[in-house]
């Protein structure tokens, strides 16, 4: 718990007093690979901060998963959407490894934030957060090739490749996994 403190700490300018106080909701839990965090269908009423592991978000289309994001160390995750506006969710959240999570619920975090105003502060920067990087994310969709989004993506955190099968990484990128083998080979040294 201290590197994730540390973490948040440090992402939300936090005293270690405040970042211990932001914590003392979270549940520490163990999932293993292929464990669902969030059902698709049902109400996300929790967040997650991983400590250690990597989890993948999936819409579900004709049988076919669509890969919305991964989170992995250090990440919060959540079907913020589903959380936000208390509907059910059309993304399930499952793990790609075995996973640490610190979880808090709705009903705690929303205690927090009434009995200590910086908790506030913090759901503001988050909010701000997750809109740059769904700004970020949407506009290389829209604008950057698959080589260039690849690339992105390896620059960003180059451990996924190893850690994500190539299907799963084409999915995300919305390119076809044949695709992301040429790229490897024509690219990536």
Do not use: W
């Amino acid at each position: 718990m201290d590197k994730v403190r540390e973490h948040i700490a440090s992402l939300f300018k936090l005293s270690e007093g405040q970042a211990s106080i932001f914590l003392s909701e979270f549940t520490r839990k163990e999932f293993k690979k292929n464990d669902i965090f969030m059902e698709s269908g049902k109400i996300c009423n929790k967040i997650g901060l991983i400590e250690r592991g990597l989890m993948k978000c999936v819409f579900n289309k004709n049988g076919d998963e669509i890969i919305f994001e991964f989170a992995f160390e250090n990440n919060f995750i959540s079907d913020y959407y589903s959380f936000l506006t208390n509907t059910p969710s059309a993304k399930e959240i499952r793990c790609i490894e075995d996973t640490t999570v610190y979880v808090i619920t709705r009903e705690s975090l929303e205690r927090l934030g009434r009995d200590h105003p910086f908790i506030e502060s913090m759901s503001g920067q988050m909010n701000q957060m997750l809109f740059l990087k769904m700004h970020d994310r949407l506009k290389s969709s829209l604008l950057d090739s698959a080589v260039e989004r690849y690339i992105k993506l390896i620059s960003e955190r180059s451990d996924l490749v190893q850690r994500i099968p190539q299907y799963l990484i084409a999915s995300y990128l919305n390119i076809k996994p044949e695709t992301v083998s040429r790229i490897r080979k024509k690219y990536i040294i």
